[in-house]
């Protein structure tokens, strides 16, 4: 069983999914009310004991519950096309101390991959005036119905030798 803490980063950043997926459910309809009405206001999770007031439900009670949520959930999007992914992000962050730069292309066509080199013209180095960089990860999260992918580009950039 998952801790209250472990729950909210899952419950949080799921939350439209599961108010569209479970929100009539007689089981987390009221939970799920209370979470979005909480965090539309605050920004933030609510304590545990600030739920427990508001559920009329006992500390237990409610790590069960936001546990049994979790878990129907995982079921729930591990059949073929139930989560839904509406938005994908691509952000090139190339780091080169002390200054990161974050550049968000639109209409990427293709996905450079690990260890190639990329020309990025709008950054070039002062020093060396060169805007090859090479990749050096890919991360990739999927939350909340988006797929947000980093491609993070090592500086000094590559030599290219012609």
Same mark, same amino acid.
């Given at each position: 069983?998952? $801790?209250? =803490? +472990?729950?909210?980063?899952?419950?949080? /950043? @799921?939350?439209?999914?599961?108010?569209?997926?479970?929100?009539?459910?007689?089981?987390?309809?009221?939970?799920?009310?209370?979470?979005?009405?909480?965090?539309?206001?605050?920004?933030?999770?609510?304590?545990?004991?600030?739920?427990?007031?508001?559920?009329?439900?006992?500390?237990?009670?409610?790590?069960?519950?936001?546990?049994?949520?979790?878990?129907?959930?995982?079921?729930?999007? $591990?059949? =073929? +096309?139930?989560?839904?992914?509406?938005? /994908? @992000?691509?952000?090139?962050?190339?780091?080169?101390?002390?200054?990161?730069?974050?550049?968000?292309?639109?209409?990427?066509?293709?996905?450079?991959?690990?260890?190639?080199?990329?020309?990025?013209?709008?950054?070039?180095?002062?020093?060396?005036?060169?805007?090859?960089?090479?990749?050096?990860?890919?991360?990739?999260?999927?939350?909340?119905?988006?797929?947000?992918?980093?491609?993070?580009?090592?500086?000094?950039?590559?030599?290219?030798?012609?």
């Amino acid at each position: 069983m998952l $801790s209250y =803490r +472990e729950l909210q980063y899952p419950l949080i /950043t @799921e939350l439209e999914n599961l108010k569209d997926k479970f929100g009539e459910n007689d089981k987390y309809a009221e939970l799920l009310s209370v979470l979005n009405a909480y965090i539309t206001k605050h920004n933030e999770f609510p304590y545990q004991k600030e739920l427990v007031k508001s559920l009329r439900i006992k500390r237990v009670e409610l790590v069960g519950l936001m546990n049994d949520l979790y878990h129907d959930f995982q079921d729930l999007m $591990s059949h =073929r +096309e139930a989560y839904l992914i509406q938005d /994908t @992000e691509i952000q090139f962050i190339v780091r080169d101390s002390p200054q990161i730069w974050i550049v968000s292309p639109a209409n990427l066509k293709i996905l450079p991959r690990l260890g190639e080199t990329i020309f990025l013209p709008t950054l070039t180095r002062d020093h060396q005036g060169a805007s090859y960089f090479k990749v050096d990860e890919i991360i990739h999260e999927i939350s909340g119905g988006k797929h947000v992918m980093e491609v993070h580009l090592m500086c000094p950039p590559v030599e290219i030798t012609y």
